[in-house]
Structure formats: C-alpha cells, structure tokens
C-alpha cells in the first residue's frame, strides 16, 4: 500500500556530500516517523537518523555534526543531507516510514525503501 522511492546515492571522495531523497506514495492516512538506516556489508542494519512529523530530528553518533535529516510532509520526502563524509559511511542507505493506513484503523505499518548506495573513496 505504500512505495517508497529513493534517490541520491553514488561514489564521492572524502570530505565530499551527497543528498538522499526518499519518497513515499500510496494510500495512507498519516505518515509518522521517517528515518535512514544503512547496512555495510558483512554488518547490521544501522539506525542513522530518524525525524517526527514535528521535525524533531535523532542522530547515530557517528554523523552527528554532519549529517542532517529532514522532511516535507506536503511531499511525503524525507531527505538526509550528509556532509564531510568519510569512507566508513559507505554503505547501502536505506529509509523507513511509520504510516498509518487507510481503513485500517489506528495502528502503524513500517515500510522500507530499496536502497541506495553511498560509496566514499579515501
């Protein structure tokens, strides 16, 4: 019931910045918590950033001071703007949305994105 679109991977070197954009689409009444996860290989999927509707913003400490999550709700987008990006970012970034579907009443579904690619060279 909801598709998730994500857009913005590729190479940079470090020190460079890239721009994830994810967005949602589909038969739901109320996105709620938005957020980026990124797995590298041979790892667990990382919590990376997650924003409420209300744009309040939680960070993994490791990009804390470089990266930034945000959202536009008119949209259903949620992008993660990351700067000064290291080799150890690289990974495969991934989306999640907490919506709420419609006709089915009060409770929140979890989707996932595709993926996206990150990979800084050093």
């Known amino acids: 019931q909801v598709q998730l679109v994500e857009s913005g991977g590729g190479l940079v070197q470090a020190g460079g910045s890239l721009r994830l954009s994810c967005a949602a689409s589909?038969?739901?009444?109320?996105?709620?918590?938005m957020g980026w996860y990124r797995q590298a290989p041979g790892n667990k999927r990382d919590l990376v950033a997650t924003?409420?509707?209300?744009?309040?913003?939680n960070y993994a400490d490791s990009v804390k001071g470089r990266f930034t999550i945000s959202r536009d709700n008119a949209k259903s987008t949620v992008y993660l703007q990351m700067n000064s990006l290291k080799p150890e970012d690289t990974a495969v970034y991934y989306c999640?949305?907490?919506?709420?579907?419609?006709?089915?009443?009060?409770?929140?579904?979890?989707?996932w994105g595709q993926g996206t690619q990150v990979t800084v060279s050093s």
């Open positions: 999640k949305v907490s919506v709420r579907l419609q006709g089915y009443g009060s409770r929140y579904y979890d989707y």
């Open positions: 924003i409420s509707t209300g744009g309040s913003a």
């Open positions: 589909g038969s739901f009444a109320e996105m709620n918590i």
